[in-house]
């Protein structure tokens, strides 16, 4: 148990919808990441939040958008849902601003079906 | 850019055997070298890392890696094979110390172990 917790563990829904993606990270952790995996994309990285304030950004659609809030807890947004964004979706979190040599520790993530 | 190349998606070993997984990375810093592992259904959990120092370094499991700059890899070695070894392994970078240290992975490679 990494200590970071996510939910729902699996989520289906139709075409068109929005959903949200829930993280919660180890106590004391400032930092949280997305990442999504896919079968044909790998593992990518979304998104970054550092203390509730947007860190770093990568390969996120505009119809995705997250937040992380006072408590740190963090939501990942999908909108307007298509076939190609069902996936399962990580969340990890890491004490540190940068991160960089410090290990990530990564959730259960979320699978998300878009039917 | 920096990434990370794994060459074989999939691996077979007898229980018992040597492990190798080969990884190769390309950045133009000195990269900060990771391993993980993915067992079914799960998320992601560190094997080992490489920062600064020691090019051989140990992780969980047994596991080892050796970073060689000259060769720009970082191939995973496992001595003896265990059934409970079989899962996805990824190897990741993380150099962008103004992106947040975000991890960009290989595209994985799935261990598979014969009785």
């Known amino acids: 148990d990494s200590g970071v917790t996510q939910t729902p563990k699996h989520l289906i829904t139709a075409t068109g919808q929005r959903v949200t993606l829930r993280c919660s990270p180890r106590s004391g952790d400032l930092s949280v990441y997305w990442y999504q995996q896919s079968l044909d994309q790998g593992l990518q990285f979304l998104i970054q939040y550092y203390n509730g304030e947007e860190r770093a950004k990568g390969n996120i659609l505009e119809r995705f958008s997250a937040q992380q809030f006072p408590d740190l807890h963090s939501e990942l947004n999908l909108s307007s849902l298509e076939l190609g964004d069902s996936a399962l979706y990580f969340c990890?979190?890491?004490?540190?601003?940068?991160?960089?040599?410090?290990?990530?520790?990564f959730g259960p993530g979320t699978r998300l079906t878009v039917l | 850019a920096q990434s990370v190349t794994q060459l074989g998606s999939h691996v077979s070993v007898s229980e018992g055997a040597l492990v190798l997984l080969r990884c190769n990375y390309s950045?133009?810093?000195?990269?900060?070298l990771f391993w993980y592992v993915q067992y079914p259904n799960q998320g992601l959990q560190l094997l080992l890392k490489y920062t600064t120092g020691a090019t051989l370094v140990k992780g969980i499991n047994g596991f080892e890696a050796e970073f060689k700059k000259s060769e720009t890899s970082f191939h995973l070695t496992k001595p003896s094979a265990h059934m409970s070894d079989a899962a996805e392994y990824f190897c990741a970078v993380s150099v962008d110390y103004n992106q947040g240290g975000k991890l960009i992975f290989g595209q994985g490679t799935e261990l598979s172990v014969k009785p």
């Open positions: 950045s133009s810093v000195p990269p900060y």
């Open positions: 990890a979190s890491s004490p540190s601003r940068l991160a960089v040599g410090n290990e990530q520790f």
